[in-house]
């Protein structure tokens, strides 16, 4: 439903930009990046923009090609992001650089409450030398976590707050029973309690928004089971090599936002990097499209997700890029184009493990 909702801006964003403020709420003048209202467990009026910084760089992968953000790369990037308009940042718990993007934010002088943030809690596998990144499961688990995410942050609330993984008992051991076993049950009842604890922090007003990272269809269904709120918004890998539509088309019949990450499939070369060494930059189709518009690559991959409705996080430290992330609600490609993206996804390399592997 949102894909049209976007689709829609854009037309009325090129007739007659001031109509997007009116339309759309988005309070943001600064940009043009639409936003998209978040449903399901989320307090009202969540506009959550189109495009975020990721900034995932898990400075823990020392052996690593792609880039070690820190605290001090991610206030050096965070700080340019939001000088060039960008409002919203996708952050962790588990990136090691929350203090760093705490600091931007704040020494911005933007009022907190046109800045989006997101973060993460539970977890996200380990690095290379075993070291767990982010935390354990479970209801208290959770809870703790939360209060460390805004400490780390130095802010009272977070703008959407999502479950980073659904289940890793061998990296994160929980104080829960159910979150340290490994049968389907014992998973199941450890995602519905984790769930709990996220409403808890929706209703206590620390997250505007609360939903989940990396959940496949069965994943999303013992959610559903419970019989209380759904998650509002569900980030997963998403793009012209990998690309679950299944899982998309579920997703909106539940009005659960989509946001995909790695929109450039640019992985990380350390723990995660399955051997995979291609770039879509590259890939001649990709060029071709580039040329039709006068984009670039990159450009031309943020809008093959943008024109599924799926909301991107391409992170990037780099001035140049980071102009060119923020400028794409310009164009848009055609239904035709994006099929044809779609059908690379013979190939199937993915960025992070496959999730759906998971009971
Ligand atoms: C962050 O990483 C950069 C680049 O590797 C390095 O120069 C800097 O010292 C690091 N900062 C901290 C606080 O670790
Ligand atoms: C959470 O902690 C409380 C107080 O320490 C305890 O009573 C409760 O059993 C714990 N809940 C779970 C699900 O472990
Ligand atoms: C999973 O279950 C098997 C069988 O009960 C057990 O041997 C194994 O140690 C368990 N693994 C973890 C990670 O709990
Ligand atoms: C999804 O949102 C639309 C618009 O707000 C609403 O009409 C519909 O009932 C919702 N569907 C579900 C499954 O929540
Ligand atoms: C990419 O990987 C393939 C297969 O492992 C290898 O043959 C090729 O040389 C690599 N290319 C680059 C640019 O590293």
Same mark, same amino acid.
């Given at each position: 439903m949102y894909t049209f909702y976007l689709v829609d801006m854009v037309s009325h964003w090129l007739l007659t930009g001031f109509i997007l403020t009116c339309l759309f709420?988005?309070?943001?003048?600064?940009?043009?990046?639409p936003s998209i209202l978040l449903q399901n467990? +989320? =307090?009202?009026?969540v506009l959550m923009p189109a495009t975020g910084l990721g900034? !995932?760089?898990?400075?823990? =992968?020392? *052996?690593?090609? !792609?880039e070690h953000w820190n605290d001090s790369i991610a206030e050096k990037s965070v700080s340019l992001w939001l000088k060039l308009g960008g409002r919203r940042i996708d952050g962790s718990f588990? #990136?090691?650089d929350q203090v760093g993007i705490g600091q931007a934010i704040r020494a911005? !002088?933007?009022?907190?409450? %046109?800045i989006f943030i997101t973060s993460k809690v539970g977890p996200s596998g380990a690095n290379k030398n075993g070291v767990p990144l982010g935390g354990p499961l479970g209801y208290n688990d959770t809870l703790k976590q939360m209060e460390q995410v805004l400490g780390s942050l130095g802010v =009272? #609330?977070?703008d959407l707050l999502l479950?980073?993984?659904?289940? *890793? +008992?061998?990296?994160a051991p929980s104080s829960e029973k159910e979150c340290n076993g490994n049968t389907s049950t014992e998973m199941r009842l450890c995602r519905q309690s984790t769930w709990k604890a996220m409403l808890q922090i929706l209703k206590e007003g620390k997250a505007r928004a609360v939903g989940v990272s990396n959940f496949a269809l069965q994943h999303l269904q013992d959610i559903i089971d419970m019989g209380e709120m759904i998650p509002s918004v569900n980030q997963c890998e998403f793009h012209v090599f990998w690309h679950d539509l299944e899982l998309l088309e579920f997703c909106k019949r539940h009005n659960i936002t989509f946001n995909g990450y790695s929109p450039l499939a640019a992985? *990380?070369? !350390?723990?995660?990097?399955?051997?995979w060494n291609e770039?879509?930059? %590259?890939l001649p189709l990709v060029k071709l499209i580039s040329q039709r518009y006068g984009k670039t690559a990159a450009q031309i991959l943020q809008r093959y997700s943008l024109h599924q409705g799926v909301l991107v996080n391409p992170r990037s430290w780099n001035e140049e890029h980071m102009r060119e992330n923020l400028n794409v609600f310009d164009f848009e490609l055609s239904d035709q184009e994006v099929m044809q993206l779609n059908a690379l996804s013979t190939k199937k390399p993915n960025v992070c493990t496959d999730p759906r592997e998971l009971p």
């Open positions: 709420q988005v309070s943001i003048q600064a940009n043009v990046v467990s +989320a =307090t009202n009026n900034t !995932g760089g898990y400075a823990l =992968t020392l *052996d690593s090609h !792609g588990s #990136y090691l911005s !002088g933007i009022p907190r409450k %046109e =009272t #609330y977070v479950i980073h993984w659904p289940y *890793d +008992a061998i990296h992985p *990380d070369f !350390g723990p995660w990097s399955l051997g770039s879509l930059l %590259e």
